[in-house]
């Protein structure tokens, strides 16, 4: 069975896993494991990289829906 928990206070985080510790239960810290597609990672990159050349265009947001 797996157990999400979210919203956890720093200080309980000590207090959690020394629970889990002392029950045999595995933690496993999934919030620093985010890997993202590299393609999207390049594509952002290049659409910055753009922006700081002074490329692209700029829209009114009154034109948006037009």
Do not use: C, R
Request: hydrophobic share 40%.
């Amino acid at each position: 069975m797996d157990l999400l928990l979210k919203n956890v206070q720093q200080e309980h985080i000590k207090l959690i896993a020394e629970l889990a510790k002392t029950l045999h239960i595995d933690i496993e810290d999934k919030s620093a494991k985010v890997e993202y597609d590299p393609e999207f990672v390049k594509k952002i990159m290049k659409g910055d990289d753009d922006k700081k050349k002074g490329k692209g265009i700029k829209v009114n947001i009154e034109d948006l829906w037009k």
